[in-house]
């Protein structure tokens, strides 16, 4: 079974500061590793994916996150804020890229917060 | 392009009573998944579907179901509503194997 444990059910962040937002993972197999970002009543946008290729993988909107293998973690990182970066952020792990018969499987979640 | 697209967007139904929520998939998309978010929780897995078979379900009761047309659009169905169901429903598409893309989705409240 897999899981994911994302550290921080809130984050606040002054307007350039640096972002970070935790994501811890599970898995018995090589994993696929995405971020999804979600704004007020959406639906998920991906912002990257981790799929074996590349360690650090570059996003849209200026994050990257940083797969870990040892540490189990797939950190969310932006160098600086912006205020139209406060939103929902889902982490989420599967055994394939697509999901598979067993799906995402996603974290509760962090709500970020810029703080002007 | 048009991506996910899902109807309703809102809905409220009463406790018994059954939904139907609708989904069209992107354009050459063959795989829709379902998943349902409850306020304050990351999604959940509900059902993949391709090629009009299920292909994974989640650990949900049998109350929940669908289906998966020809042209690849989907339809999730949910009887005897319970207060519980209420949540945003989620339905996303990819290329087999590929990229999962999510619509808005369609919320539902049940009264």
């Known amino acids: 079974a897999q899981s994911v444990t994302q550290l921080g059910s809130h984050v606040s962040v002054s307007e350039g500061a640096l972002v970070l937002l935790r994501c811890n993972y599970s898995?018995?197999?090589?994993?696929?590793l995405f971020w999804y970002v979600q704004y007020p009543n959406q639906g998920l946008q991906l912002l990257l994916k981790y799929t074996s290729a590349a360690t650090l993988v570059k996003g849209i909107n200026g994050f990257e996150a940083e797969f870990k293998k040892s540490e189990t973690s797939f950190h969310l990182t932006k160098p600086s804020a912006h205020m139209s970066d406060a939103a929902e952020y889902f982490c989420a792990v599967s055994e394939r890229e697509g999901g598979g018969a067993d799906g995402l499987t996603f974290g509760k979640g962090t709500h970020l917060i810029i703080q002007p | 392009d048009a991506g996910v697209t899902q109807s309703p967007t809102h809905l409220i139904k009463t406790r018994g009573q059954h939904v139907t929520l609708r989904c069209s998939p992107i354009s050459g998309h063959k795989s829709v998944s379902w998943y349902q978010q409850v306020l304050g929780q990351g999604p959940q897995f509900i059902f993949q579907?391709?090629?009009?078979?299920?292909?994974g379900r989640g650990n949900f009761p049998d109350r929940f179901s669908a289906r998966q047309f020809p042209n690849y659009s989907s339809e999730l169905n949910v009887n005897a509503l319970l207060l519980g169901d209420s949540a945003l429903y989620l339905c996303?598409?990819?290329?087999?194997?590929?990229?999962?893309?999510f619509g808005e989705g369609s919320w539902l409240t049940v009264v």
């Open positions: 898995s018995s197999v090589p994993p696929y």
């Open positions: 579907y391709y090629e009009k078979e299920e292909r």
């Open positions: 996303a598409s990819s290329l087999i194997g590929n990229t999962i893309y």
